[in-house]
């Protein structure tokens, strides 16, 4: 067989999605696409295996979108905020993403967190920041337990689950600073919780 029966031409599609409007009037548009063709090092284009890059924001004015993109985009829209009424979708493909969804096992709802990414990120921070917070706290009450140790004080049980309790890294450092010249655990907590 001759390798010409196998020599068809092929385009690789990469869809960028955005689900946030920018701020920067410049990158506002409904659809932008990059055409490449894989060249070799000599310079010869392969005409074979093309890429268009298909840049879309989701979240573009319907009229800055093609037609034949604005049902799939308002579909996506509403992936987004996670209210999807499907019976506004009956076109095939939209009702392919749908499907694909449910089989996925998630809700619109959960869809929208994982699409939106300044969501996403935000998150992202949110969990770092708390993290920071109870790794603080936890190291607050590990170095009082570990002074008030060293200093010979007793901690009884009460006292030691109320400072194991306390999840406010700044309380537990000025109990920490208390525990250096205490003479007594009840020096260390003497104010309100």
């Known amino acids: 067989m001759s390798s010409e029966r196998y020599n068809f031409e092929r385009d690789v599609y990469t869809l960028v999605l955005f689900t946030r409007w920018p701020e920067e009037p410049a990158l506002r548009y409904g659809r932008a696409v990059c055409d490449m063709d894989p060249v070799t090092d000599e310079g010869t284009r392969l005409n074979v295996y093309r890429h268009r890059l298909v840049f879309v924001h989701a979240r573009a004015p319907l009229e800055e979108l093609p037609p034949s993109l604005r049902p799939l985009m308002g579909l996506l829209d509403d992936t987004l905020d996670g209210h999807v009424d499907e019976t506004r979708y009956p076109d095939a ?20 967190k994982l699409k939106d990414e300044a969501s996403w990120e935000a998150a ?15 190291a607050a009450a590990r170095a009082l337990l570990t002074v008030l140790r060293a200093r ?16 406010d890294p700044d309380r537990l450092e000025r109990w ?18």
């Not at 493909?93 to 809700?107: F, N, P």
């Not at 992202?124 to 936890?138: D, T």
Request: glycine share 6%; aromatic share 2%; no cysteine.
């Open 93 to 112: 493909v939209s009702q392919h993403i749908l499907a694909r969804i449910r089989r996925e096992g998630m809700t619109p709802e959960e869809n929208a």
């Open 124 to 138: 992202k921070r949110e969990e770092r920041h708390w993290g920071r917070v109870e790794g603080r706290a936890e």
């Open 152 to 167: 010979g004080i007793a901690v009884p049980d009460t006292a030691r689950e109320r400072l194991l309790a306390q999840k």
């Open 176 to 193: 920490l600073a208390k525990a250096a010249v205490a003479a007594s655990v009840d020096e260390v907590f003497d104010d309100p919780s």
